[in-house]
């Protein structure tokens, strides 16, 4: 780098690295191999390259932590406020603002952003054993922020892609959390891509620790982007391991595994784990098992999964499992006050919160996702459900399903699992408790979450005149209210005032809209008489002017009168005027 090594009091800021390439096969970065000062106000330029090659096959000939600003922090270093748009890349131990930090805990990145795209490249690595010259490919830890790190990052941004070409592992913003990391307040808006396994957007893996202590922190991150990899593949962690606690979190980019595991906050969970308070709204797809929130809880696993719900569609092949929560296959996992309305769809081992259940404790959730299984075999049937698959492995109490959605074989495996009528879904405290808030017309969301957008959209809904079938109708349905939501219709219905109103037969779209996301119902209209009712002395038109009333010698007509048949002539909101018999009923 430009200065090779920075002291304990050295300071560098306000700089500009621009049109330079630095190559190196030890630690290296654009402004500094090793820091243990501190670094702040740097911006390293898109016309900068930072390359770790690798002078030979031994270890210590490697390019080993190679870093946008620094290759090696120690515990005393602090970068703050740095910018890299280099293009990085290493053998090891890769990050766009630092390669590594030391073991020793201390060390601080806060508010540095990355856009460079960060490579790992994972060589081979040659030693001796009995005589006899061994090659194996080197482990790889490759991060939009660092490769590995123990310490704090806050408020850091990763916009560039980050990717390794053989090994592991990849995150957004750390590759390997290492002993103990603290991780707040990140973005990565950067694709994530792991040849092997190990992918994540915040961390790729972190370390296994001894204990009960919370060794790895990650509060208030969020990842929306794309992630992919043949296993171990999680919107915030590819991999959660002892002493992991992820808080207040949210994933939004789709997550795909193509030989394995994948989740929307973890692919899979080593020993103690807890997550909370957290969502994922993105598809995860993955080859054997893939959950909205943990891809595979295993066998030695000790999981606590509560107040979080996931949004996103989950599938997965052929011989997996998948659910709108999480999957359990050995060890302990608890999970509570969740809920899921995202679709599932597996062959077998397909749940609304639980595909496979081993050891599994479930309590207060619901689900109004689709759970379709995707095989005709009739054994795999028997672990499809719309509560949880293998429902027969777990403990369940107090979990709802809307009794519109077709009842599995799986949930008759346990008595803690209930159809309800939408109208005990929508006030279904007595049953779910006061870790949910509730609302007319709405499904229940999470108390303390119920501000998103995401959540907003996914509770708001509707409920048919009849009662009946919300997703085929012949009346009107009366749309939810809740604050901040926005209700659009297309197709043979109209809103009118919070009313949806037939206009014709056909299939019909209502979409609730909060802020950037949303959520569309798809509906099919019927009739079942050819004429309708309506209240007598309703206004001849809507404000629109679309609405128009004649009697039956074809005169226009303010105020129908009661009793009496009339033609109603409607403009839909696809420029087609459609005409109805209707008799107007009085008050």
């Known amino acids: 780098g430009l200065f090779g090594a920075i002291g304990e009091n050295g300071v560098v800021r306000n700089l500009t690295v621009s049109g330079c390439s630095f190559i190196a096969g030890g630690t290296t970065g654009s402004v500094a191999g090793i820091c243990l000062g501190k670094l702040s106000g740097i911006t390293v330029g898109a016309d900068v390259s930072v390359i770790g090659t690798q002078y030979s096959s031994f270890t210590s000939e490697l390019g080993n932590e190679i870093g946008g600003i620094a290759g090696r922090l120690y515990s005393t270093a602090r970068v703050e406020d740095c910018v890299n748009k280099a293009y990085v890349e290493g053998n090891k131990m890769v990050g766009g603002i630092a390669g590594a930090s030391r073991d020793d805990d201390g060390c601080v990145i806060a508010r540095c952003v990355n856009e460079g795209n960060i490579t790992g490249v994972a060589p081979r690595e040659t030693s001796f054993s009995g005589g006899v010259e061994v090659s194996n490919y080197v482990e790889t830890m490759t991060g939009g922020i660092a490769g590995r790190f123990t310490g704090d990052i806050t408020e850091c941004v990763n916009r560039g892609r980050v990717s390794t070409t053989v090994c592991n592992a990849v995150g957004g913003i750390v ?158 996992s608890s999970v509570s006050e969740c809920y899921n309305t995202g ?35 009739a054994s795999f049937m028997k672990s499809v459900g719309t509560i949880a698959g293998a429902a027969m492995e777990a403990e369940i109490e107090g979990c709802l399903y809307p009794a519109y959605l077709t009842p599995l074989a799986g949930d008759a495996e346990s008595d803690g699992i209930t159809a309800v009528t939408l109208a005990d879904m929508f006030a279904s405290s007595e049953l779910l408790g006061d870790g949910f808030v509730y609302a007319p017309l709405c499904f229940p969301m999470l108390a303390g979450m119920d501000d998103t957008d995401v959540a907003k959209v996914n509770s708001a809904f509707y409920m048919p005149e009849d009662g009946g079938n919300p997703f085929e109708t012949s009346g009107n349905l009366e749309l939810s209210s809740l604050e901040g939501v926005e209700w659009s219709a297309s197709g043979p219905v109209v809103i009118e005032e919070g009313i949806v109103k037939p206009t014709g037969e056909g299939e019909a779209c209502l979409t609730a809209t909060a802020g950037e996301a949303s959520r569309t119902y798809e509906i099919i209209v019927v009739r079942q008489s050819g004429i309708d009712m309506m209240p007598a002395d309703e206004d001849a038109r809507n404000n629109d002017g679309d609405i128009w009333f004649y009697d039956l010698n074809g005169r226009s007509i303010d105020r129908p009168s009661g009793n009496s048949p009339f033609l109603r002539v409607i403009t839909g909101p696809d420029g087609k005027r459609r005409s109805s018999i209707v008799v107007a009923i009085p008050e």
């Open 343 to 377: 679709n599932v769809e597996a062959a077998r081992f397909a749940g609304g919160i639980a595909g496979r259940c081993s050891g599994l404790t479930l309590g207060k959730c619901w689900s109004n996702g689709t759970v379709t299984p995707t095989s005709s075999n």
């Open 175 to 332: 590759g390997k959390g290492y002993i103990a990391i603290r991780v707040k307040d990140c973005l990565n808006e950067g694709e994530i891509h792991s040849a092997y396994a190990y992918a994540g957007g915040i961390l790729g893996i972190t370390t296994v620790t001894a204990g009960s202590d919370v060794s790895t922190l990650v509060e208030n991150c969020a990842n929306t982007g794309r992630i992919t990899g043949m296993s171990s593949l999680g919107g915030i962690t590819g991999v959660g391991a002892n002493g992991c606690l992820i808080t207040d979190c949210r994933n939004l980019g789709e997550v795909t595994s193509s030989l394995g595991r994948a989740g929307g906050m973890i692919g899979e969970v080593s020993q103690m784990v807890t997550v909370k308070r957290s969502f994922n709204s993105a598809p995860v797809s993955a080859s054997m098992l893939a959950g909205g929130i943990i891809g595979d809880s295993p066998t030695m696993s000790s999981l606590t999964v509560t107040q979080c719900y996931n949004t996103g569609d989950i599938s997965s092949g052929a011989n997996g499992g998948a659910a709108g929560i999480l999957n359990a296959t050995g060890g302990s």
